[in-house]
T-cell receptor, first 114, second 115 residues
Framework: AQSVTQLGSHVSVSEGALVLLRCNYSSSVPPYLFWYVQYPNQGLQLLLKYTTGATLVKGINGFEAEFKKSETSFHLTKPSAHMSDAAEYFCAVSVNSGYSTLTFGKGTMLLVSP | DTEVTQTPKHLVMGMTNKKSLKCEQHMGHRAMYWYKQKAKKPPELMFVYSYEKLSINESVPSRFSPECPNSSLLNLHLHALQPEDSALYLC??????????????FGPGTRLLVL
């Protein structure tokens, strides 16, 4: 079984500040890890994913995440926040068995102030 | 192209109505999913179709009836819904890439209100 913990239901930053959204996972098998973003009244958009290989993963809109097996973490960062980054962010872990089954964290709402 | 489309965008229905949600993808993905999402919550898996066959039904009430007519299309038939079924319904699709697992791509969702 797998699970995901996102620390902080809300994170507030100023425009231009560093964004750090935390995600810890547990998985009995090597995980596939994802970050999705959801803007109000929209579907989920894939930001980035870790499957195999390089542990530092770059995604869209300037976001990146680092897979740290020893810490069972997959934190999302962005050097400089934009107002347009305000949204709900979901970390997810999946196990593939003919199709994928995603286990989501509870989500973190990113608030960006001018 | 990683586009999943969903229609309608919004739907209001009474508890005695019958309606359907539609999802379409043309990426050749062989797995398709229905999720239900309540406000301020992550999506909850309802159904999974793999190769057009129902693979997972997460104990969803029978008033929700999925259908996969072909590999590109997924429907969700709704009948005798309750107000608590009001939510955002999301469709997703995925395809395994050898050695790199599967990635789910989501549609924009249908916002359902049951009166």
């Amino acid at each position: 079984a797998q699970s995901v913990t996102q620390l902080g239901s809300h994170v507030s930053v100023s425009e231009g500040a560093l964004v750090l959204l935390r995600c810890n996972y547990s998985s009995s098998v090597p995980p596939y890890l994802f970050w999705y973003v959801q803007y109000p009244n929209q579907g989920l958009q894939l930001l980035l994913k870790y499957t195999t290989g390089a542990t530092l993963v770059k995604g869209i809109n300037g976001f990146e995440a680092e897979f740290k097996k020893s810490e069972t973490s997959f934190h999302l960062t962005k050097p400089s926040a934009h107002m347009s980054d305000a949204a709900e962010y979901f970390c997810a872990v999946s196990v593939n068995s003919g199709y994928s089954t995603l286990t989501f964290g509870k989500g973190t709402m990113l608030l960006v102030s001018p | 192209d990683t586009e999943v489309t969903q229609t309608p965008k919004h739907l209001v229905m009474g508890m005695t109505n019958k309606k359907s949600l539609k999802c379409e993808q043309h990426m050749g993905h062989r797995a398709m999913y229905w999720y239900k999402q309540k406000a301020k919550k992550p999506p909850e898996l309802m159904f999974v179709y793999s190769y057009e066959k129902l693979s997972i039904n997460e104990s969803v009430p029978s008033r929700f009836s999925p259908e996969c007519p072909n590999s590109s299309l997924l429907n969700l038939h709704l009948h005798a819904l309750q107000p608590e079924d009001s939510a955002l319904y999301l469709c997703a699709s995925s395809q395994e890439v050898q050695g790199r697992g599967e990635t789910q791509y989501f549609g924009p969702g249908t916002r359902l209100l049951v009166l």
